[in-house]
């Protein structure tokens, strides 16, 4: 049954969203033209440097209205699904709502990740496009140490899971930000959402900013003051510590939006 709700989730998450995607692949390919006008010799006339400047402002504005819209679109799904009329039909269904709750968290997170390849694919295409048929100098090419190649792998590794992990706790924290609000009023449901998940953005941004001053910062000016010759395995503990952390905040955010549609939620 998961299967076909993801079918379903895919279909109409993708119906318009891949029209998106190709546009934000063509403005890469724009804005990296643009740069290559701009660094050309001899130079152009600076009507036409400043309309190329323009042109990476609105290519840069449109990969980030992209990334808006596939969060919009995984949202909205999320809310038309459950909590209008349409949720009377979803949660008659014979499946179990951690089964609906998991189909939603796959497939939001999968749009999270393929609107991030679509991105990184984008900014690829720009520096292509941009350095196309240039040759680089043996001497600019940048010198990696041996002892950080070692843990390049780990490193990657390590990413992979934050970036899951984000994409993870980013959806659940929508999700149950969109359900608490659904919970709290029947009239004003998209409001409250909306209301809850701004007051917590804020909470939680200003936590950050304080973990980052004493934490985050702290551990740098550590590092360059005690002049560790290897720092790569401290960093890959450090890095392995945030994907705990973050595996503990998916766990507590999964169980209280499961907590809230299996125990709290009322559609009648």
């Given at each position: ?113 393929l609107t991030g390849g679509v991105i990184l ?30 843990f390049i792998p780990v490193y990657f590794l ?111």
């Amino acid at each position: 049954m998961l299967k076909k709700l993801l079918k379903y989730d895919f279909a109409s998450l993708l119906r318009y969203w891949w029209i998106a995607a190709i546009a934000a692949l063509g403005f890469g390919a724009v804005g990296g033209l643009a740069v290559r006008v701009l660094s050309a010799e001899p130079a152009f006339p600076e009507a036409v440097n400043v309309l190329c400047g323009l042109t990476i402002g609105l290519c840069v504005v449109a990969l980030s209205v992209f990334a808006t819209l596939s969060f919009i679109l995984v949202a909205v799904r999320f809310y038309k699904n459950f909590f209008t009329d349409e949720g009377y039909l979803t949660f008659t269904l014979p499946v179990k709502r951690s089964t609906l709750l998991n189909a939603k968290l796959l497939s939001g997170v999968s749009l999270q990740l393929l609107t991030g390849g679509v991105i990184l694919l984008a900014i690829l295409i720009a520096a292509i496009v941009a350095t196309f048929g240039y040759v680089y100098e043996p001497e600019e090419l940048p010198v990696i140490p041996s002892t950080l190649l070692a843990f390049i792998p780990v490193y990657f590794l390590e990413g992979l899971a934050l970036i899951v992990l984000l994409c993870v706790s980013s959806q659940l924290f929508v999700y149950a930000c969109i359900t608490l609000g659904c919970l709290i009023t029947r009239k004003a449901k998209v409001i409250t959402s909306i209301a809850i998940y701004y007051g917590a953005n804020q909470v939680f941004s200003f936590i950050l900013q304080i973990l980052y001053l004493f934490g985050i910062s702290g551990m740098t000016s550590w590092l360059t003051s005690t002049n560790i010759t290897h720092p790569e395995p401290l960093i890959a503990l450090v890095l392995f510590g945030l994907i705990l952390f973050l595996a503990m905040w998916c766990t507590v955010l999964y169980v209280l939006e499961y907590y809230m549609l299996d125990r709290k939620l009322n559609l009648t």
